[in-house]
Structures are given as structure tokens and as C-alpha cells.
RNA sequence: CGGGGCGUGGCUCAGCCUGGUAGAGCGCUCGGUUUGGGACCGAGAGGUCGGAGGUUCGAAUCCUCUCGCCCCGACCA
């Protein structure tokens, strides 16, 4: 709440995000480089979204567990690939009790291999299977660059891993996943997000395929929001997950693992958020309807807050998050625009005017100034503000989705290509060779997001290198 | 790790070149007037200049080293 403006987002989109993070209190910087501290708004946004994914999680038979935070350095270099991945962004232990440990510990990056150590003595008989459980945590990774959110060293997630009899199984597993991290951030977040599976070059250090959905920020730039991984059996080899089928017969299990993180919340800040600052959708906002009492005079203060509570009890009954500011000495505008910095959808201006007449003024967030403003009667309020959230939950997809379509395009060819992978998503066909991947990174920066699950036609030619190509594919800068 | 920028009250920064022992705006506290789109006036509190060492009668200022942060690149959810 320093200086009136945050700098323009169309000029300077990082500068915009930094210090929106900052001044909409959702997080502050640690004292250690990379590390944030997640601030009571921003932890309050945070649980809205375990809470959408949890019920998911639950609904599709999930349990949720708690897996240590140490692990033994040896697990992590049990599986080729997730060593390989992983060793140089860990954080090892040591030291303990003062004294040097026989073995080090790392820090979970990643539960996989202290999760597999745990299955492979659950698992005896195809009877113990599936094996899906869930964990809610923090996880460590050395990165080099950080930024609020969406890298820092510790982050928060949930890791879902499970174990099933079968590859067709643990593929549907996978499938499912994704499915309903599609469904949260479309419906809970109204992000629209394009599910698809990850290049060669992209894939998690361990897994046979790895999913995600890909979105597009303000900026044009490409966040991967959510992931989902098929393991295969190399978990359960590595670490000895095997089961006796029907048969008597000893078979390795087959893994998957999936993860979304607090980076989602860096999601919705660069997917909503516009000049005035957040605009957080509201199935997910902390509080939905914010209600900025307007008075002047004692007696008019006291007519007013007692309509405002009143409204307030009548909305918290009808389960919407509202949050009364009886802050003193701020003038109604500043209220206005610190609510509109901080994203809450829906305002409620209440004065002695609106008593008199038993109405109230109510502003949109996704329509800055008049346009988002209608007058309403108070009797009715519930109604009408249970309907505008919807509206502009609605809204806010309905414009994500517009800007989405708005920066992507087909390029006919290359150089095409080019101009247009530097603002936005670029949907071409490519031959799948990690040649024309990593050149078309190196002269453009852009990367493959993914391959999308939905593909029009199969056949065409790269747009690199004009072989016959059979997928089209997500190609865009990326966070 | 490479390139660039920066560390001075809570925040943004001036002062540094041309050493003399610290300033502004915002915020905060108190009082008053205000309050339908970021109010105003007055009075206060608050820092020894990221850290260490050096030069000097004297260092925020000059020198050396060091720590940290931000931005851009290579790695990543």
C-alpha cells in the first residue's frame, strides 16, 4: 500500500508480478534466496485450492498419508534417470545431532523413492491393489532462478502415487489425473488449460510419460500448471514393488505419480490479474464479496454498519466468504482500490443513502470503474450476489480463454514460426525428433509444452524440418 | 555459474564523483478537519548508511575482501 500504482503489466509483466505478490499480500521474500514466506492471504487462496483438489482426490478413491521428509541419500540413486534428474538440485543433511552422518539425507524433492521403499512392503498380493494415496507437503529443490511462486527452493504441493496391477491401469491412472486437474483449473480457477503429453526432452526424470496442462499467462508465455506421470515398472524395479497375481505368479507393479503446486497460485495471478492488480476467481478467492461501509457522520455510522453487518450475516449464511472492512481513517476509495489490488470479485458499497432506500451498490472486479457497477436491493442481495459470482467466474474464463485463442496461431511455415512463438502459442506439426526440438529452443527459446490429447488430423510435415509429422504440438516460451 | 543492476529509517530513494559524522517522499503514532473512487493540516517516533578489514585527525562517501537481493541466460513444477 505504498505508492498508488503498481507498474503497467503490459510493459513490464515481472516487475507488475513481483511486486503485486508483494503488495496483495500473498507473500514476502525469506531470508533465504529462493525461499518465500506465504502470507495469511495468500495461504488462505492456497487452501481453497487443496480443498477444490482434495474433494477430487477423495471422489476418485484417494487417500491422503504423510511420508517423511528425509530420505535416505541411497534411495535417490536407486532409479537411473531420477538421480540423474534430480542429484544436482538437492539439498542434503549432513549433519545431525552434531555429528556427521554415516549416510546423508536429502531433502525430498520428490517422494517417489521413499513412497516405493514403503509400497514395496505394503504390496505382497494383487489383492493389496491399487495402492492410491496422496500427500499434501513441502519439497525442496536447489533451484538456480527463483520467483514468487512459481520456482522458489521449498514449495507446496500435493503428490499423489499409486501403484496398480497393470500398465493399462496405471495409464488410465494417469489419464484420470489429468482429467481432473483439467476440471479444478477450468472450473475452480476458470483457466482454461490445454492437456497433453511432454517431450522426450520435457519428461519427468523417471517416468514412461509425463502429462500436463499447459497454460497461457498474461504475457503469452506458457505455465505448466499441473502434471501427471506414468512410471511404468521403473519405481517398482528399482525398489522392488511386486505383487503375486492370480496366477502365483511374481509381477512388478506399475506407478504413476501427480502434482500441482502453489506455482497455481503464480497461475491465477498472471492468468486474472490486470492494471488494478489480482482478480482471483471466485470459487477460489478468500473473499468473495468484500462490503466497504460509506459515512460521514457518527449518526450515519451508525445506521450504515449496522445495515453492512446485517449483510454480512445474511451472505455468511448463505456460505459466501465475505469480509466487512471496518477498517477507520481510509476513505472509501482507498477501500476501493486496496480490495481491487488484493482481487476480491465482488464489492458491496453500502452509505446512508443506500439505507434510506434499502438498496446497495455492488462493483464487478472484472469491470473496472462504472461498467461494473449495478445498484440492488438489499432484500435480495444473497440472490443477486450468488448469481454475479457466477457470472463472473464465468467472465473470467470466458476472457482467458478469448486471450488464449486471440495469441495462438498455426504458422505456414518457419519464419512464421518465429514471430509468432514470441508472443503466444505456436500449434504446429513436428516430426518428434529431439533435433528440431532443441533448435528451434536455441534460435527461438521457445520450447514443446505438449502434445495435446486432442489432435484434429495426423498428418502433416515439421514445421522445422519438413519431414512428415503426425501430431501438432504446443510450442511457446515458458516459465 | 556467466552478464547486468543494487544494498542508506518499515518502503522508494537522494547524498558518494569533489571525506567533516545523515536527508526527502510515502508509511507509522498522536490531535484536528475530512470520508459515495487512492483526503488535508499540525506535532512526533524511527537509521548511523549489508558485513569485515584498511587508508585518514576524521569514512555512507576512498581502497580490499565478503555476504545478500533483483533482472537477463544455462537447469527446473
Known amino acids: 500500500m505504498s505508492d498508488a500504482k503498481l507498474p503497467s503489466h503490459t510493459e513490464d509483466f ?11 499480500e500473498l507473500a514476502d521474500y525469506a531470508p533465504v534466496r ?8 495468500g495461504w488462505a487462496l492456497w487452501e481453497n485450492i487443496q480443498q477444490a483438489l482434495d474433494r477430487r482426490f477423495k471422489a476418485t478413491g484417494h487417500v491422503n498419508a504423510a511420508f517423511p521428509l528425509l530420505i535416505p541419500k541411497s534411495f535417490l540413486e536407486k532409479e537411473q534417470a531420477h538421480v540423474e534428474g534430480f542429484s544436482p538440485e538437492l539439498a542434503v543433511v549432513t549433519i545431525g545431532g552434531g555429528k556427521e552422518l554415516e ?9 517417489e523413492t521413499i513412497i516405493g521403499y514403503a509400497y514395496a512392503k505394503w504390496i505382497k498380493s494383487y489383492r493389496d491393489l491399487p495402492v492410491l494415496i496422496n500427500q499434501w507437503n513441502s519439497v525442496v529443490r536447489w533451484e538456480l532462478r527463483t520467483k514468487m511462486f512459481l520456482r522458489t527452493l521449498e514449495f ?7 501403484a496398480h496391477a497393470t500398465y493399462e491401469e496405471a495409464a488410465a491412472e494417469t489419464r484420470q489425473m489429468l482429467e481432473v486437474y483439467t476440471d479444478f483449473a477450468v472450473n475452480e480457477a476458470a483457466i482454461p488449460v490445454i492437456p497433453g503429453r511432454k517431450s522426450d526432452a520435457e519428461r519427468f526424470a523417471g517416468a514412461d510419460q509425463t ?21 511404468g515398472q521403473n519405481f517398482a524395479k528399482a525398489f522392488d514393488i511386486r505383487y503375486l497375481d492370480k496366477r502365483g505368479e511374481l509381477q512388478y507393479c506399475w506407478t504413476t505419480s501427480w502434482g500441482l503446486s502453489t ?12 492494471a488494478q492488480g489480482l482478480i482471483l476467481p471466485p470459487r477460489l478467492a478468500p473473499f468473495q464479496v468484500v462490503v466497504v461501509p460509506i459515512f460521514k457522520t457518527a449518526e450515519e455510522k451508525a445506521i450504515v454498519m449496522e445495515a453492512a453487518q446485517n449483510l454480512r450475516t445474511a451472505l455468511v449464511g448463505a456460505e459466501v466468504r465475505v469480509k466487512l472492512d471496518e477498517r477507520e481513517g481510509l476513505t472509501p476509495g482507498f477501500k476501493f482500490n486496496d480490495w481491487e489490488m488484493r482481487g476480491v470479485p465482488l464489492r458491496i458499497e453500502i452509505g446512508p443513502k443506500d439505507v434510506a432506500s434499502r438498496t446497495v451498490m455492488l462493483a464487478r472486479r472484472d469491470q473496472p470503474g462504472k461498467a461494473g457497477k449495478t445498484a ?25 480463454l478469448a486471450f488464449r485463442n486471440a495469441n495462438t496461431h498455426e504458422p505456414d511455415d518457419y519464419e512464421q514460426f518465429k514471430s509468432v512463438v514470441e508472443k503466444g502459442f505456436a500449434l504446429s506439426y513436428w516430426c518428434g525428433s529431439s533435433d528440431c526440438e532443441a533448435q528451434i529452443k536455441e534460435q527461438t527459446k521457445a520450447t514443446t509444452r505438449c502434445v495435446p490429447l486432442e489432435q484434429e488430423s495426423r498428418e502433416g510435415v515439421c514445421i522445422k524440418c519438413g519431414q512428415p509429422a503426425k501430431e501438432k504440438v504446443i510450442f511457446a516460451k515458458a516459465y
Request: proline content about 3%.
Open 14 to 24: 515481472s516487475e507488475w508480478y513481483n511486486q503485486l505478490v508483494l503488495r496483495a
Open 34 to 41: 529462493g525461499c518465500m514466506i506465504v502470507r495469511p492471504y
Open 103 to 111: 549416510e546423508p539425507l536429502v531433502i525430498r524433492p520428490t517422494s
Open 156 to 162: 507446496f504441493w500435493q503428490e499423489g502415487h499409486t
Open 211 to 231: 502429462y500436463s496442462i499447459e497454460a497461457m499467462m498474461g504475457d503469452g508465455k506458457a505455465l505448466q500448471a499441473g502434471t501427471s506421470h506414468n512410471l
Open 263 to 274: 506455482r497455481f497460485i503464480g497461475a491465477i495471478i498472471m492468468v486474472h490479474g490486470d
Open 376 to 400: 440492488a436491493q438489499q432484500d435480495e442481495i444473497v440472490t443477486v450476489v450468488k448469481a454475479l459470482l457466477v457470472t463472473i467466474q464465468q467472465a473470467l474464463y470466458d476472457r482467458a
